[in-house]
């Protein structure tokens, strides 16, 4: 019943990842998305089942006893905001959930809602504004949310907000909101669907990442894995330095990953040291089924795999993540050589994976 | 005991790489422990003792890892550039000399400080392993670097890097030798733990602690002392013995634990310092949390210079933390 | 009114820190004995009640936890008889300065918060707040004295005594969170002689102000089905934006976002509704602050509330809250303890349809 593929990106899995790039599920209201992962899994798994924060918790066992019980993670939710407060005549005060930066907030367009109501972040018109004020970022304190002074009515405090952006793509670029990590839970399905026969493999679609990697611990404690991989959206940060070119030295030295260059495997993030036999493992999958991979710059940054890794006694573990650029703002960019490429690289690595990697000490 | 240290101290083991340390302590404790094994993150765990309903579980940590330095780009002119690993002093790297894990010896220094207000970051440090044209050094962004120094002998008193925390790691071994040496009977069960990863966020010792289900759990670690030049004021002083933990940033040491600790140290008249840590963590704020709790407190050595490559520690402290531990361990341990 | 005024005043004049809450534990340990079927300390020390259901086994539990654990001062120095102090839980400098203390030496002590002259202090805080480790307490007694009888790692208490504001407000130390302790206590008095399903378990939780370490620990012993986290939340008053606060004196607050399960933020509305108590919704976008952060993720998961008190001045010595409040609290929570049956856990199911 395993299906063959070649795990190429086809027309199915891109309107799935439409799908789910298009739905609002913000950290906490992980609702929609939620239902696209179930209608999506239940074809063709073991047992599923949903837990009491919301986390999908999904196995698909191999042919035979005793195998490698293999986590992987992929979170449901997205950055966003909250409204909190109610000022009247369709404005509202709102915070944001999750890592936003300020600065990407005025002036855009906004679902509000399990309805999605739209409304606008508003922004001074640059008339009205002086050049002393242009120069200085301007305040969440300043920002409101406007559904329109007729419409008052149809939010709540507490109802979530997403940005309003609509899938689209253009050749092999891809241009959505919450490729974080929306891909990450394509690529998760995808892999359930053609599911080694090596392995259990114990899929968490999470909730909450965003706000503290909350579902992956629970999860993690749940599944009781051998071994986790987390399988995110890592930025891509790759634009020139702004003297590149006239300056012998100057170059952009904290790019994290570059798009285009295949999927980023990390040696160590802020929250997680990979561990090293899982690097050489995946490295070598690379190698020997020719699939570029670049390694993301150790640096900031977590995955669920920094909650995972630590729950009970401790598990090995890995990220292997899809780059994209300008995660948490409106519009993100990825490559689809880039999306497949990651897809492959961890199939590969997970028929390939010896059943006593870990008697190696590590 | 001065041999040990330094020989632990020179031994590369950057936090999540510690495979080699481990393999040098292993060595050293195999033929003391009752029990040995590596678990899962690779915290290595030595059992000694008695087990059975009347004995307590106790769990002794000490961290094997060090700070370290990680590859994160090779730059256009071949100059390796990197992050920390662990909370490394920025200011003590600039003209510091390293090792690369795989032996490659290199300097850091940095660009030229633009703009005089900011501090120095590691986004403007660089590694240079002195090939003539750069871009030929063989190092990949991922691999690791510790800094590389030999210890300093100045009697009582000794200098090296990595001494946190490798001498709490130094304190568990020689109180294993000692225990089996001079033939102690352990009333109780005690596990000798040696963390991995304290220093990027005490992430080996409650996945340790989760295996082993202890009933008492402390930590041995190094922390400031206040006796130096202006310094952050702080009521340890370098040779005035090992150090109680009352509190840190993550512990609040259960008072019945710094009790006992305080009780038995009178008892036996080994000099003892009380700690108050404003900032600063040890594996015993992580232990304290696992399952239905473990009653936790840490002994602390005072140590200068913390996270710089010249630490330095009084061997006195050091003796009289044996002295006590053994003490602890041999004592009916009494917590009211 | 009064029994809960008074319980509330006793509670805030009991000491006990973050870390050193033996004093408080003790006291409630009085006042619940007789509420209670079961009374057991956790190994942390936290306060763990059982109020045991009617239901048949094997039968589901509520937790209710409210921290018992209150901010202060511990020594760090002794110099010439003044003492250098640090912070346990979070405290704003500012307000410190002339407040009467206790010290808990090897005697309890008597003393002041003070704030050296200007030209005892660095140069570079003309014109700026005085941090926290400039500041001494005084106990005015001999250096000689002092040093015999405190050191390093001792504690130190407020000594504001609780006073009554105007009809139905008390302000003092410590009722973050003493106040929801009370609400929790009014609660279980208000069950005595009520027969309800479901176990309670009434848990006052340690080091909420510092570690969580009671929330974590006192959860994975229990495991309970539910959990709900009393404690205190921002109320309007002078110097806060009003868009960050909620009202006060006006009925207790139910906590929504990501740290609340929504099926029981929906349970206690609607059971609010329903008895007329007033309330109102705090939005909560990442992290509530509070022991549900803790309880809601240990071992697989537990379904959590936050319901709070509006208080003002919160972590200053004279917080201030509405004594009405804590009785609608403690009602609220009764009632709705009452009304958990077999079937409610049914209603935590996140949607399994697609």
Request: contains cysteine; proline residues 6%.
């Amino acid at each position: 019943m395993r299906e063959n593929g070649t795990l190429k990106i086809d027309e199915g899995q891109e309107r799935l990842l439409e799908r789910l790039c298009n739905a609002s599920a913000v950290s906490g209201d992980e609702t929609e998305v939620r239902a696209i992962v179930l209608e999506s899994v239940k074809p063709f798994v073991d047992e599923v089942a949903v837990d009491v924060m919301g986390n999908v918790l999904v196995k698909r066992f191999g042919d035979g006893k005793n195998l490698m019980k293999v986590m992987l993670a992929a979170h449901m939710d997205e950055v966003g905001m909250m409204v909190t407060h109610d000022e009247g005549k369709g404005k509202f005060r709102f915070d944001v959930v999750g890592g936003i930066p300020s600065h990407i907030l005025p002036a855009k367009s906004v679902w509000v809602g399990r309805n999605k109501i739209p409304g606008i972040i508003g922004a001074a018109p640059i008339h009205l504004t002086t050049k002393v004020e242009r120069r200085k970022p301007i305040s969440m304190e300043d920002l409101r949310l406007d559904v329109g002074p007729d419409n008052g009515k149809e939010v709540k405090i507490g109802d979530r907000v997403v940005f309003s952006t609509e899938f689209t793509t253009q050749e092999n670029a891809i241009f959505a909101k919450a490729l974080d990590d929306r891909i990450g839970v394509t690529i998760l399905i995808q892999l359930l669907k053609n599911a080694p026969v090596n392995i259990d493999l114990l899929a968490a679609f999470t909730v909450q990442e965003e706000v503290g990697l909350r579902g992956a611990i629970t999860a993690a404690f749940e599944l009781d894995p051998d071994i986790a991989i987390a399988i995110d959206c890592t930025p891509a940060n790759d634009q020139p330095a702004w003297d590149e070119g006239d300056d012998r030295w100057s170059e952009n030295t904290q790019y994290n990953t570059r798009l285009g260059k295949g999927p980023a495997v990390y040696v160590a993030d802020r929250g997680t040291i990979s561990d090293p036999r899982l690097v050489r493992h995946f490295v070598n999958a690379s190698q020997e089924n020719d699939i570029p991979f670049q390694f993301r710059q150790p640096g900031g940054g977590r995955t669920d795999a920094a909650a995972i890794h630590k729950q009970r006694s401790g598990t090995p573990s890995i990220s292997i993540s899809v780059p994209a650029r300008y995660v948490h703002t409106p519009l993100s960019v990825c490559d689809r050589l880039d999306w497949e490429n990651t897809q492959k690289l961890i199939n590969f690595g997970l028929v390939s994976i010896p059943g006593d990697i870990l008697a190696v000490e590590i | 005991m001065k041999n040990l240290i330094c020989s632990l101290c020179e031994v590369p083991g950057p936090s999540g790489f510690e495979t080699r340390i481990r393999k040098l302590i292993k060595s050293e404790v195999e033929s003391y422990a009752d029990e040995i094994r590596t678990d899962n993150l690779g915290n290595l765990i030595v059992r000694k003792g008695k087990t059975g309903p009347e004995s307590k579980r106790i769990m002794i940590a000490a961290h094997m890892d060090e700070i370290g330095f990680m590859v994160t780009h090779i730059d256009k002119g071949g100059y390796v550039r990197f992050m920390p690993i662990g909370g490394v002093n920025a200011s003590a790297c600039i003209g510091s000399r390293v090792r690369m894990l795989d032996g490659l010896p290199g300097l850091i220094h940095a660009e030229r400080k633009l703009n005089g207000d900011k501090p120095l970051t590691f986004e403007n440090m660089f590694i240079d392993l002195g090939y003539e044209d750069q871009r030929d050094n063989p190092v990949q962004v991922g691999d690791v670097a510790v800094y590389d120094y030999h210890p300093i002998d100045l009697g009582d008193r000794l200098v090296s890097k990595a001494l946190d925390d490798r001498i709490g790691v130094a304190v568990l071994v020689e109180t294993l030798r000692m225990i089996k040496e001079d033939d102690i009977n352990l009333s109780n069960d005690i596990y000798f733990v040696f963390t991995v990863q304290e220093e990027v966020g005490l992430r080996g010792a409650a996945p340790a602690a989760f295996g082993i289900k202890p009933d008492l759990g402390i930590a041995v670690d190094v922390t400031r002392t206040g006796d130096t030049p202006k310094a952050l004021r702080m009521s340890v002083d370098l040779g005035k013995g090992p150090a109680v933990k009352v509190r840190d940033q993550r512990l609040i040491a259960d008072p019945r634990v710094v009790s006992w600790m305080v009780s038995v140290a009178e008892k036996s008249e080994i000099p003892y310092q009380l700690e108050v840590l404003e900032s600063g963590s040890t594996d015993a704020g992580v232990i304290q949390l696992v399952q239905t709790g473990v009653p936790a407190g840490c002994l602390s050595i005072p140590c200068r210079y913390l996270h710089t490559p010249s630490e330095m520690v009084d061997l006195r402290d050091v003796k009289n933390a044996v002295r006590l531990m053994i003490e602890l361990l041999t004592q009916p341990v009494s917590l009211v | 009114m009064n029994d809960t005024l008074s319980l509330m005043k006793t509670l805030v004049s009991t000491s006990g820190l973050s870390g050193y809450e033996d004093p408080i534990r003790e006291k409630i340990r009085s006042v619940w004995e007789p509420l209670t079927d079961e009374i057991h300390v956790s190994r942390m020390g936290s306060l763990h009640g059982l109020k045991r259901g009617a239901g048949a086994p094997p039968r589901n539990s509520i937790l209710l936890a409210a921290h018992m654990d209150a901010i202060g001062l511990m020594v760090t120095g002794v110099i010439d008889g003044y003492l250098r102090v640090a912070e346990i839980g979070g405290i704003d400098a500012r307000v410190l300065s002339g407040h009467a203390v206790t010290v808990h030496g090897r005697r309890e002590l008597k003393g002041v918060i003070v704030s050296p002259n200007r030209n005892l202090l660095p140069d570079n805080l003309d014109g700026k707040a005085v941090p926290l480790e400039y500041l001494l307490v005084d106990v005015g007694m001999a250096p000689e004295f002092v040093n015999e009888n405190v050191r390093v790692g001792d504690l130190i208490s407020f000594a504001q005594p609780p006073v009554t504001i105007g009809k139905e407000f008390l302000a003092g130390h410590s009722l973050d969170n003493r106040a929801s302790v009370a609400a929790l206590t009014g609660s279980l008095s208000l069950l005595k002689g009520r027969q309800c399903e479901w176990d309670v378990w009434a848990v006052a939780t340690v080091q909420e102000e510092e570690t969580f370490a009671g929330a974590y620990t006192s959860t994975f012993e229990l495991r309970p089905s539910i959990a709900i986290a009393i404690d205190v939340t921002h109320a309007a008053g002078p110097g806060v934006p009003e868009h960050k606060t909620t009202s006060f004196g006006e009925g207790p607050v139910l906590g929504w976002g990501p740290n609340i399960h929504p099926a029981l933020y929906r349970a206690i509305l609607d059971l609010a509704e329903e008895l007329e108590i007033p309330h109102e919704k705090e939005p909560l976008p990442r992290h509530s602050g509070t022991d549900a952060y803790a309880i809601q993720v240990t071992g697989a998961g537990i379904a959590t509330m936050v319901v709070s008190i509006p208080l003002r001045y919160m972590h200053t010595p004279v917080e201030m809250v509405s004594i009405k409040d804590v009785e609608r609290c403690s009602r609220l929570l009764a009632e709705f303890i009452c009304s958990l049956d077999g079937g409610f856990m049914e209603r935590l199911a996140w949607e399994t349809e697609s």
